[in-house]
């Protein structure tokens, strides 16, 4: 099927219910949510708000606001409402019987945005699955409004003709596209069991999505995958190869950012995938510390890393884009370094403390080898961390010092004199 996307952007209307006294967080909830609009081409004209007790049960906003917001669809005439919380399936039926632009909530704009950035057969695949999770519940007793509900902006995804296909076809696909995704993830798994045999240290990038992540990536495994000042730049997982100041080599993979309120179909369906944080041997978790909310985004990323179960791992923070500090910025963690992804120096620092972080949970070596063993010299630069190799006249032997894995093959293989 063949689903078309518009290129012009959609008028979009936000609207938002404030429970709590903190200004200032929902402030920044809207307007990421603002973020999160554009970022799937849309552009918003208007941002409506309300206090109250508690949300209501049956319009999300009270009856009073309802007609307020109607007056502004026949004013300015958007093409969607986006709610700033997930809406229960009676919501979107009542407000879609008043409203004439198509109601999608957070949930969904999410959902939408990673159906764009979805490149691989996996990330497709994981996406539509979410989405169909989310839309299956929404199809009970919805009737002509179901056409209202689309697939998000530009109604990408599953859009209007699976969501006026019967809850059995639905019920179909997702069965189908879980047992494609067994395949896959069967290809994952190998995969990591694959670098697991061969004792290579994985390390994963985390963090707030547009944290700079991607950035950082690109500029310790001088790799080009897509970075951009939006959010969800990067959806699928990317592993290259990362050499430490001692030639020392690891894998550093890019993962998918983090936001508050990440939809649980998301999280659930993207578990294999971020199973390649659970899997690393060490975490890098980069933090904007340019952004006002840094501290929130800091607790969001360690709350999700607690639903993923990581909680042995190793985390180094890496506060980034420190050339634009917020001025009121402190550290909640002496275990991290202050860097810009875009200054060398920093990127190095970042490098010989990573290295210093291994060398801690490593076994020292002193070993001597023939001339003759260039090969495995060769490999020891690459796979342990050589601090000197000098070659001794007098023995005509390469002296060997350093640090590798326990597990390491070599390891086994080195004449090994422990420091005293």
Known sequence: MTIEIKNEKEKV????????????????????????????????????????????????????????????????????????????????????????????????????????????????????????????????????????????????????????????????????????????????????????????VQVAIVGYTNAGKSTLFNRLTEASIYEENQLFATLDPTTRQYVLPSGFTVLLTDTVGFIQDLPTTLVAAFRSTLEEVTEADFILHVVDSGNADYDNHEKTVYQLLDELDVTNIPILTVYNKKDIQHEKFVPSTLKSVRISAFNESDLQQLGTILQNDFKREMEFFHTLLSPTKGKLLASLKRESIVESIEFREDLELYECKGYIQKEHPFYQQLGKDKES
Do not use: W
Request: aromatic share 4%; charged share 35%.
């Open 13 to 200: 209307i936000l609207v938002g219910c404030q429970l709590h006294d903190d200004d200032e967080r929902f402030d920044y909830s809207l307007d990421e949510l603002a973020s999160l609009t554009e970022t799937a081409n849309g552009v918003v004209v208007m941002k409506m708000t309300q206090k109250r007790d508690r949300i209501h049960p049956a319009t999300y906003i009270g009856k009073g606001k309802v007609e307020e917001l109607l007056h502004l669809e026949e004013e300015l005439e958007p093409d969607i409402i986006i709610f700033n919380d997930e809406l229960s399936p009676s919501q979107i039926r009542n407000l879609s019987s008043e409203l004439s632009a198509r109601i999608i909530d957070r949930t969904q704009l999410i959902l939408d945005i990673f159906a764009q950035r979805a490149q691989t057969r996996e990330g497709k695949l994981q996406v539509e699955l979410a989405q169909l999770n989310y839309l299956l519940p929404r199809l009970v007793g919805q009737g002509t409004s179901l056409s209202r509900l689309g697939g998000g902006i530009g109604t990408r995804g599953p859009g209007e003709t699976k969501l006026e296909s019967d809850r059995r076809h639905i019920r179909g696909r997702i069965d189908e596209i879980k047992k494609q995704l067994k395949t896959v993830v069967g290809h994952r798994e190998r995969y990591r069991e694959r670098r697991k045999r061969n004792k290579v």
